[in-house]
């Protein structure tokens, strides 16, 4: 799973067979996306939010940068929550917008790209550098069920006071611990502890920090 995949016949029965048995069978597509279990992406619900979060997303793109009054607005609507004094710059991309959710006084740098399928939870007073990728989405194994466009997803989580370099790439199923700092262009596959300067691909704890 931290490697941003998943075998998904698990999730539907031994005999591999169970994926096409849900899609026949109705269940809704965004209950199931928001459980964690498999789906398929091209829903009508699912398209219809992901249409509102890339207009949304346009629109909070191509704001004045002095217009701060309309920045927060649109990110209040935008977004599951975000708290005061936190800046996003623009440009930012994400899936849905309402599995996100960022607490106050956090910095995300321009070119942030949020795959919010499965929530992505970001502390407080939380900083995270350019082009940074949180990445929630996963994909069968299996490839007849990927090619029939399967998906699951794992959450992410940023704890406060964490550092995120430029570039770093955060998988499905991360967890991040309060204060600890990733190196720029950093892929990170697993959780990382509180309070740990961690890099590298895959990341891994280079030494601790103080308190």
């Known amino acids: 799973m931290n490697a941003g995949t998943v075998d998904l016949r698990g999730a539907a029965g031994d005999s591999g067979t169970g994926l096409t048995d ?5 269940s809704s597509m965004k209950r199931r996306m928001l459980a964690g279990e498999p789906y398929l992406p091209d829903d009508a619900e699912l398209v219809a939010d992901k249409l509102r979060c890339a207009r949304l997303v346009r629109d909070y793109n191509a704001t004045d940068p002095a217009d ?4 927060t607005a649109l990110l209040a609507e935008l977004l599951g929550a975000v708290g005061p004094e936190s800046v996003i710059k623009p440009p930012v991309y994400f899936d849905y917008g309402y599995q996100t959710t960022i607490g106050r006084g956090t910095f995300v740098n321009a070119g942030a790209m949020i795959l919010d399928v499965g929530r992505v939870d970001i502390g407080d007073h939380v900083q995270i550098g350019p082009n ?6 996963l994909h069968p194994m299996n490839a007849a069920d990927r090619r029939a466009g399967w998906e699951t997803q794992a959450p992410v ?3 406060d006071g964490t550092w995120l370099g430029g570039g770093v790439i955060v998988c499905a199923g991360v967890t991040i611990g309060e204060d600890a700092v990733i190196g720029a262009g950093s892929v990170v596959t697993r959780g990382i502890p509180p309070r ?3 890099a590298g691909n895959p990341c891994r704890v280079i030494r601790e920090l103080p308190e």
Do not use: C, D, K, N
């Not at 849900?22 to 109705?26: D, R």
């Not at 940074?132 to 989405?137: A, D, G, M």
């Open 22 to 26: 849900i899609a026949a069978g109705g």
């Open 68 to 71: 701060l009054h309309t920045r």
């Open 132 to 137: 940074v990728q949180l990445l929630t989405p």
């Open 157 to 159: 989580s940023i704890a």
């Open 196 to 198: 740990v300067f961690a």
